[in-house]
T-cell receptor
């Protein structure tokens, strides 16, 4: 199916564990993004990627690692999960045109216990 | 300083009435884009409308219109003839291409409740 998909949709993990959130898009969009959504903060950018093998930090990158070996995939890894990383995570993608919208995945609700 | 400010945490509107959701922004980039997204209780982010900084006319998409006042740096979303399905969180966002990343900066959102 065309679109952008995230997996898993829900995840519970323990403090200190490594966890990877997956994001896959089928449009061959150049740009991909990871945001986290917390009550009272809206969506905040964690990392973004302008193309395969090009990634950069956003507003709240600490504790997260990303990679983009293929254009269609942009996984987000929490190297050692903390309770403060309990959040809803959204992946998004967009094309080269600056006046086009970003398309969002369904979100992953992560709980760190 | 916040780049996107949404001053209304929550709003109520009667069904079939119009409602305006406020958004002000802060940028020194002459070229920017403003977006509105809807997030229903199911959680997905739905794109509603876009306004470019150089667009001469206010954007419209069906029942959604954007009241763009460039000098005041405001981009308010107007929803006409509200429906029960409009109950959701609404986020205003800005893109500043000068930053090179095409990222969106979001406001904190406004929760709209439509009353039957």
């Amino acid at each position: 199916d065309a679109g952008i998909t995230q997996s898993p949709r829900y995840k519970i993990t323990e403090t200190g564990r490594q966890v990877t959130l997956m994001c896959h898009q089928t449009w061959s969009h150049s740009y991909m993004f990871w945001y986290r959504q917390d009550l009272g903060h809206g969506l905040r950018l964690i990392y973004y990627s302008a193309a395969a093998d090009i990634t950069d930090k956003g507003e709240v990158p600490d504790g997260y690692v990303v990679s983009r070996s293929k254009t269609e995939n942009f996984p987000l890894t929490l190297e050692s999960a903390t309770r403060s990383q309990t959040s809803v995570y959204f992946c998004a993608s967009q094309g080269q045109q600056k006046n086009t919208e970003a398309f969002f995945g369904q979100g992953t609700r992560l709980t760190v216990v | 300083a916040q780049k996107i400010t949404q001053t209304q945490p929550g709003m109520f509107v009667q069904e079939k009435e119009a409602v305006t959701l406020d958004c002000t922004y802060d940028t020194s980039d002459p070229s920017y884009g403003l977006f509105w997204y809807k997030q229903p209780s199911s959680g997905e982010m739905i794109f509603l409308i876009y306004q470019g900084s150089y667009d001469q006319q206010n954007a419209t998409e069906g029942r959604y219109s954007l009241n763009f006042q460039k000098a005041r740096k405001s981009a308010n979303l107007v929803i006409s003839a509200s429906q029960l399905g409009d109950s959701a969180m609404y986020f205003c966002a800005m893109r500043e291409p000068g930053a090179g990343s095409y990222q969106l900066t979001f406001g904190k959102g406004t929760k709209l409740s439509v009353i039957p």
